[in-house]
C-alpha cells in the first residue's frame, strides 16, 4: 500500500509539475513590476535632484553676476560708509535668492553688511573664505547657517582687486536655500510620501512633511537615511523605527558651479508601492492551485488498476533481489502489455545480475587487494603525488603532496588547481606543461609552488597523461621538494662567482713541508699556474714562492705556529710559471688538530704587485721632491756667491790685462764659475726653480731646426733621423728649454751607443686614455704631442731605470759626466706639466717619450740666435736693492763703470728710504726676488707710490712664485737670472729702460 501511495503520489506531483511554469510566470510577473516601480521611484528622485541641483546653479551664477556687477561700485571698492551697507541691502531686497551680502576685509573681518548688525563679524576661520582669498577667485562654502537668521544657506565669496590688480576685499552672498521646501512641497504626492534634500555633507536642507528643528540636522542620525547615504543612487526597500516597511529612492547630482554633491531622498509605503501587483499575483496563483488539485485527484484514481498492481509485483522481486535473492522473478504474465514487458525484462536483468554477481565478486577481491597495495605504497613515498582532470581540479593528493605544501590532509588539496599552488610568476611554465600532457607527451620541469602558509618552494615535477582506455581523463604529477637543494647551488654558483671575479685566491694545504696544495680556487690563475697544474703536479707552496723568499716564509709559519697565533698575515713574492714575480699578501689561518698541532693552512691570496709598484714610485716621487728642494736652496746661495764671483774676476781681468801673469788664473776662476753656474742652473731645472718664458711652439719646427747642431754634438758614426709628425705639433713651452731637453738626451743617446748606433727623433699627436692613465702613475686624460728619443745602445737594467732621473746618478766612470743630465730632462718636463716615461732594455735600447699638452693656437716664431754687441752705458739713476752685499757691490759697480748714478740698498726699507732722499728721481730699480721681510714685488709695489715712472729688473737665482705664476715670467716683468756677466747686466738695464 506504501508503493501504491507513492507511485498517486508522484503521478500527482507529475501534473503538479506542469503547472509550474504558470507559478512561475506569475512570480515573474510581480517581480517585474516591482522592478518597474523602483526604476520609476529612482527616475522620479533623479529628476528631482537634477531640478535641485539646476536651480542651485542657477542662484549661485545669478549672485556671481550680482557680485561682479557690485565689484565695479565705488561704494565697495571704498568699503565703508552708508552707501555700501545701502549697496548690500538694496541687493538683497532685489535679489529673493540671497539672504545676506557682507563685504570683509582680507583678514576675513566685516567692513560693511546688508544688516548693520553683522559689522566686526569674523570670517577669517572659514575655508571657503581663505580658499577665495589664497586662490584669488571666487569660492563657495560647504552649508552652514547664515549668520542672520541662522536658516540653511551656501556663502559664496568673491574677491574684489583695487587698480594696481590688488586684493581689496571679499564680497560674501549667504545664498537662501528656503525655495527647496517649496520643491518639495510641490513633489510629494500625498501624507504618507517622504522627501529630504540633503547636502553632500548629509545636513537636511528640506524635507516633506515638515518636522520641527529637523533643518540643518544631520541625516545620519535616522539609520534609514544612513544607509540610503551610503549606498547613493538607486532604491532599497527598509523598516523604518515606526514598524513600517518602505520603497526608499535616493540620487546624487554636482551643483556644477560649487562643486559640491546633493542628495535627494524618497519614500513611500511599500504596501502602497507594490500593492496592484501584489493583488493579481494573489489572484493567479488561487486560479492555478485549484487547476493543481483537480488533476491529482484524476490522477489518483485513473493510476489505481492499471499501474498499481504490477508495479507492486516488481517492487517486491527488486526488494528480494536487494535482500541477496538473486533467484526472485517477477513472473508477470501479461507479456503483451507495457507492464508485462517491463517485468519480463526485469526477470532477464535479474537473471544477468546473479550471473555477473559471481564475476564481480572475484574481481573485487582482486581490485581489493591491488587497491591496499597501491595505497600503501603511495602513502610510503616521499614524493608527492597528484591527479587532476581535464579541467585541473586535483582529484587526487597523497600524504606526502600535503605535507610539501603545508596542509593538514590530502583531502584539502583535492578540488583545488594548480592556479591556487603555482607561483604566479611561474603560471605560464605550468600551463606548457599541462599543453604538452595534453597532447599526451611525458615531461620533467621545475616550478615554484606556494605552500598554505605562503612560503615559496621549488618543486621538481614528472608528469604525464592520465589514461582512462583510449581516453586521457586528466594528468598525473610526481614532485620533489628541491627548494634545499635549489639554494644550495645557487650558493655555490654565487660563490664560484664572486671568487672567480675575486683579485683574491683561496688555498688550503698541508702544514707539512713543503706543504702540499690540497685546494685553490679557479681564479688562482692569475699568479701564474692553472689550477690542475697546482693540484695534480708537483707544485707546492714552497714551490709557488720565489726562492729568495721560500726560507723567509717557511722561518715564520714556523714561528706562528710555534707562538700559537691562528691568523696572520705574510707578504712574498710568487714566481709564475714564465718567470714572472707577483708580489703576494697572504691572509693565512692556521687549522690545529686535536692535540693542538697545526694540520693545515688556509686563507687567501691577494696580488699586490701594482700596489708595490705604485709604493715604490711614490717612494721615488718623494725622494726627488726632496733632493729638489734641496738642489733648489743650494742652488740659489751658490748663484750669488758665482755671480760675485765671475764678477770680480772680470774685474780683475780688466785691471791686470790679458798680458799678465795672473791673467790666466783668473780665466780659470771664469772657467770654474761658468762651470759652475751651468751646474747650478741644472739643479734649478731639476728642482723646477726655474723661470720659463713661454710662447706657443711647434715642436716640429724646432727639432727641424735643431738637426744641425744635434749631428755635430752626436758624432759621425751616428746616424740621426728626425721624424716630424705630419700634424702640427703645437704646445706651451720654452723652446729654449725644450731644446735643452733634445740635447741632454742626445748626449745620453751618444754615450749608450759608443760604437755607433741610430738616434731617433719623431713627434706626434696622441691622446691618453683611461687604460694608458692607469698604467702610469701621474698621466692625465687628455691629447698631447709627444716627443720620442730612441737609440740603438746598450739599454738599461731595471735597477738603473728607477735611477736614472735621480741627481748625481750615472752609470758614467769617475770624471765622464755629472749626473745631472737626465736630471735636468725630468725638472724640465715637469715644470712644463708634462710627463717622461723610459722603455728599455739591456742589449735592445732606450726609448724616452715626453708628453707636453697640446694646444690648438698657431705657433710664434722661434727667437733668432742673439748676435754680441758693444757694452752701452747710461746716465740714469739706478737703485740696486740686494741683501747679498758682494753681489749688490758688484753689480753697482759695473753699473757706475757705465756711466749710471747708483744707489745701494741692503734691503727693501733702506731702498725705500734712498729713494725719498733723492726726491722720487729714480729710474730704474734692480732688485733681488727673495729678500727678508719685503720680496722685490712689495719693493716695486711701494716704490711705485714715490716714483711712478720708476722701472723694475728682478733679478733672481729662483723665484718663489714672486713674479712668476707656476715659474712662468709674468706678462710685462723684466728679469734677469744669476749669475750673470757684466754684459748681460748692461744689456737687461738699457732693455727695461726701454732704450
Request: net charge negative; glycine share 8%; charged share 25%.
Amino acid at each position: 500500500m506504501q508503493t501504491l501511495r507513492s507511485l498517486r503520489v508522484h503521478i500527482a506531483l507529475l501534473l503538479l509539475v506542469v503547472l509550474v511554469p504558470a507559478l512561475a510566470l506569475s512570480a515573474y510577473t510581480l517581480t517585474s513590476q516591482r522592478q518597474q516601480v523602483q526604476a520609476d521611484f529612482a527616475q522620479a528622485a533623479m529628476e528631482l535632484a537634477r531640478h535641485v541641483a539646476s536651480r542651485q546653479d542657477e542662484r549661485i551664477q545669478d549672485a556671481i553676476t550680482l557680485l561682479d556687477a557690485l565689484d565695479h561700485q565705488a561704494a565697495i571698492l571704498q568699503g565703508h560708509g552708508p552707501g555700501c551697507g545701502a549697496l548690500l541691502e538694496q541687493g538683497v531686497e532685489e535679489h529673493p535668492g540671497i539672504r545676506v551680502l557682507a563685504l570683509a576685509e582680507t583678514d576675513g573681518r566685516v567692513r560693511c553688511a546688508s544688516a548693520e548688525a553683522l559689522t566686526g563679524l569674523s570670517l577669517g576661520d572659514r575655508a571657503w573664505f581663505q580658499s577665495a582669498v589664497a586662490a584669488r577667485t571666487q569660492a563657495v562654502g560647504q552649508w552652514e547657517p547664515d549668520p542672520l537668521t541662522g536658516q540653511p544657506s551656501s556663502p559664496l565669496a568673491y574677491p574684489v582687486y583695487d587698480d594696481q590688480g590688488r586684493t581689496a576685499g571679499v564680497l560674501i552672498a549667504w545664498l537662501n536655500w528656503a525655495w527647496l521646501d517649496d520643491l518639495v512641497r510641490l513633489h510629494a504626492l500625498g501624507e504618507e510620501w517622504t522627501l529630504a534634500v540633503a547636502s553632500h555633507d548629509g545636513a537636511v536642507l528640506a524635507h516633506w512633511p515638515n518636522v520641527a528643528g529637523i533643518l540643518g540636522q544631520p541625516l545620519d542620525a535616522d539609520p534609514v537615511f544612513s544607509v540610503l547615504k551610503s549606498h547613493k543612487d538607486g532604491t532599497r526597500i527598509l523598516r523604518g523605527d515606526d514598524g513600517v516597511e518602505r520603497l526608499y529612492a535616493a540620487a546624487t547630482l554636482v551643483v556644477k558651479s560649487a562643486g559640491q554633491d546633493v542628495h535627494v531622498f524618497v519614500a513611500v509605503p511599500a504596501e502602497r508601492a507594490f500593492g496592484a501587483a501584489q493583488r493579481t499575483f494573489v489572484g493567479n496563483v488561487a486560479v492555478l492551485t485549484a487547476v493543481a488539485l483537480l488533476g491529482a485527484a484524476f490522477a489518483w484514481v485513473m493510476s489505481s488498476w492499471g499501474i498499481v498492481r504490477p508495479v507492486q509485483r516488481i517492487i517486491a522481486t527488486s526488494r528480494s533481489i536487494a535482500e541477496g535473492d538473486l533467484g526472485a522473478r517477477v513472473r508477470w504474465g501479461h507479456e503483451r502489455s507495457e507492464i508485462g514487458q517491463l517485468a519480463l525484462a526485469f526477470d532477464q536483468m535479474a537473471e544477468a545480475l546473479q550471473r555477473r554477481d559471481s564475476d564481480r565478486r572475484r574481481a573485487e577481491e582482486e581490485v581489493r587487494r591491488m587497491k591496499d597495495f597501491s595505497e600503501g605504497l603511495i602513502e610510503s613515498m616521499m614524493e608527492g603525488i597528484l591527479t587532476d582532470d581535464m579541467d585541473g581540479r586535483f582529484t587526487f593528493a597523497n600524504a606526502a603532496a600535503a605535507a610539501i605544501l603545508g596542509y593538514n590532509s590530502p583531502a584539502e588539496l583535492v578540488g583545488q588547481g594548480w592556479a591556487a599552488i603555482v607561483a604566479p610568476d611561474c603560471l605560464a611554465i605550468q600551463a606548457a606543461a599541462a599543453e604538452r600532457r595534453s597532447q599526451g607527451l611525458r615531461d620533467r620541469y621545475e616550478v615554484d609552488l606556494i605552500r598554505k602558509d605562503g612560503r615559496r618552494i621549488t618543486v621538481e615535477i614528472a608528469g604525464g597523461p592520465r589514461m582512462e582506455g583510449d581516453r586521457q581523463v586528466g594528468t598525473l604529477a610526481v614532485f620533489t621538494d628541491i627548494t634545499e637543494r635549489k639554494l644550495l647551488e645557487q650558493l655555490l654558483w654565487q660563490t664560484k662567482v664572486v671568487v672567480e671575479h675575486s683579485p683574491v685566491a683561496l688555498f688550503r694545504c698541508d702544514a707539512k713541508a713543503p706543504c702540499r696544495m690540497e685546494f685553490v680556487s679557479d681564479n688562482i690563475g692569475r699568479f701564474g699556474h692553472t689550477r690542475d697544474e697546482i693540484l695534480t703536479g708537483p707544485l707546492s707552496l714552497y714551490a709557488l714562492v720565489h726562492p729568495e723568499d721560500r726560507q723567509r716564509v717557511a722561518d715564520e709559519l714556523a714561528r706562528r705556529a710555534a707562538a700559537g697565533e691562528d691568523t696572520f698575515q705574510l707578504t712574498f713574492r710568487v714566481q709564475a710559471r714564465d718567470g714572472t714575480v707577483i708580489w703576494t699578501e697572504s691572509y693565512t689561518e692556521a687549522v690545529r688538530a686535536d692535540d693542538g698541532t697545526v694540520a693545515h693552512y688556509q686563507g687567501a691570496w691577494l696580488d699586490i704587485t701594482e700596489r708595490k709598484a705604485l709604493e715604490d714610485r711614490l717612494l721615488q716621487a718623494q725622494k726627488m721632491e726632496g733632493i729638489g728642494r734641496l738642489a733648489g736652496g743650494v742652488a740659489h746661495d751658490f748663484n750669488n756667491l758665482l755671480t760675485a764671483i765671475s764678477g770680480y774676476a772680470n774685474f780683475a781681468l780688466e785691471t791686470v790685462g790679458q798680458k799678465h801673469p795672473v791673467a790666466a788664473d783668473l780665466h780659470g776662476i771664469l772657467d770654474a764659475a761658468a762651470r759652475a753656474a751651468d751646474l747650478t742652473r741644472q739643479l734649478l731645472a731639476f728642482s723646477r726653480k726655474q723661470i720659463f718664458e713661454m710662447k706657443i711652439v711647434d715642436l716640429n719646427d724646432l727639432i727641424r731646426g735643431m738637426g744641425k747642431m744635434l749631428r755635430r754634438l752626436i758624432g759621425e758614426d751616428i746616424d740621426l733621423a728626425i721624424v716630424p709628425g705630419a700634424k702640427p705639433a703645437t704646445t706651451r713651452a720654452d723652446a729654449a728649454q725644450i731644446e735643452q731637453v733634445l740635447v741632454n738626451l742626445a748626449v745620453n743617446a751618444r754615450d749608450a751607443m759608443p760604437d755607433g748606433g741610430t738616434l731617433t727623433i719623431e713627434t706626434s699627436n696622441v691622446i691618453l686614455d683611461d687604460a694608458y692613465v692607469r698604467t702610469h702613475p701621474g698621466a692625465v686624460l687628455g691629447e698631447y704631442v709627444l716627443i720620442a728619443v730612441t737609440d740603438t745602445g746598450v739599454g738599461m737594467t731595471d735597477e738603473v731605470k728607477s735611477r736614472i732621473f735621480e741627481p748625481f746618478f750615472t752609470t758614467k766612470e769617475p770624471g765622464k759626466g755629472t749626473g745631472l743630465g737626465l736630471s735636468t730632462v725630468f725638472g724640465i718636463v715637469k715644470q712644463h706639466e708634462g710627463n717622461i716615461y723610459v722603455y728599455s732594455e739591456p742589449g735592445v735600447g732606450t726609448t724616452f717619450k715626453v708628453y707636453l699638452r697640446q694646444v690648438a693656437e698657431a705657433a710664434q716664431p722661434l727667437p733668432a740666435q742673439a748676435q754680441e754687441e758693444d757694452l752701452v752705458g747710461g746716465s740714469e739713476t739706478v737703485l740696486v736693492t740686494e741683501d747679498d752685499a758682494p753681489v749688490r757691490q758688484m753689480a753697482a759697480r759695473i753699473l757706475r763703470s757705465l756711466g749710471y748714478t747708483v744707489l745701494e740698498a741692503g734691503n727693501g726699507a733702506e731702498a725705500l728710504q734712498a729713494a725719498r732722499k733723492c726726491g722720487g728721481r729714480i729710474d730704474l730699480l734692480i732688485t733681488d726676488v727673495v729678500m727678508p721681510r719685503m720680496n722685490g714685488r712689495e719693493l716695486a709695489q711701494r716704490l711705485a707710490e714715490i716714483c711712478p715712472d720708476a722701472k723694475v729688473l728682478y733679478v733672481s737665482g729662483y723665484t718663489e712664485n714672486a713674479i712668476a705664476h707656476n715659474h712662468i715670467l709674468d706678462e710685462g716683468a723684466c728679469f734677469l737670472q744669476k749669475p750673470f756677466a757684466r754684459r748681460a747686466l748692461a744689456r737687461k738695464v738699457r732693455e727695461a729702460l726701454g732704450a
